[in-house]
């Protein structure tokens, strides 16, 4: 869906992670269904940009070193 991956454990980024599976669930939704709510999965997606710029923006200097050390964060050779 998106190149963004939550890092598991990380509790600052839950918004992001529910409104991603929101969008996934609808995603789903209307593959299984003739529903329309392309509207809906745009506005959701805009939501979730606006909100990882939020968060990301305003990181403390812990979060900054959580991200930073986590095993399985995006490295250089990815």
Not at 2 to 19: C, Q, R
Not at 22 to 46: A, H, M, N, W, Y
Not at 52 to 73: E, N, S
Request: proline content about 8%; overall charge negative.
């Amino acid at each position: 869906m998106s190149d963004f991956a939550p890092v598991p454990g990380m509790e600052f980024e839950a918004p992001i992670v529910e409104l991603e599976n929101k969008i996934e669930e609808l995603l789903s939704f209307t593959q299984t269904t003739d529903v329309d709510l392309s509207g809906q999965i745009d506005e959701l997606r805009r939501k979730c940009d606006e909100k990882k710029r939020a968060i990301y923006a305003h990181l403390t200097p812990w979060q900054k070193v959580q991200i930073a050390r986590h095993p399985k964060r995006p490295l250089v050779t990815d």
